[in-house]
Nanobody
Framework: QVQLVESGGGLVQPGGSLRLSCAAS????????IGWFRQAPGKERECVAA????????NEADSVRGRFTISRDNAKNTVYLQMKSLSPEDTAVYYC?????????????????WGQGTQVTVSS
């Protein structure tokens, strides 16, 4: 079983940056794709970025493309989400999750292990 722990969230001003980390333990982490999701109050959980296991191919939601970058370091069992030009609309709890596929996917139904989330608040 894989355990995922997110960190790096916090309060940031509009226009600021944060880097989230997702540290994983377990045998399958380096085998499968990883995604970052977010959920704001009253809204559905959405995938903001995903990365494949081997080639490192990535995909980002339209709402964050050009501002968020996902990357992974398999040697450290860690996936990162670099966020810049943050706006209040980015305020949410951010989760990382491991997919059952090796290729990146934005569809929540392909994800089986989830972290507990880290709060990101963008406010002046």
């Amino acid at each position: 079983q894989v355990q995922l722990v997110e960190s790096g969230g916090g309060l940031v001003q509009p226009g600021g940056s944060l880097r989230l980390s997702c540290a994983a333990s377990g045998l399958s982490f380096s085998s499968n794709a990883i995604g970052w999701f977010r959920q704001a109050p009253g809204k559905e959980r959405e995938c903001v970025a995903a990365i494949s296991r081997t080639r490192g191919s990535t995909n980002e939601a339209d709402s964050v493309r050009g501002r968020f970058t996902i990357s992974r370091d398999n040697a450290k069992n860690t996936v990162y989400l670099q966020m810049k030009s943050l706006s209040p609309e980015d305020t949410a709890v951010y989760y990382c999750a491991e997919a059952i596929t090796t290729g990146q996917t934005m569809a929540p139904r392909w994800y089986r292990y989830w972290g507990q989330g880290t709060q990101v608040t963008v406010s002046s």
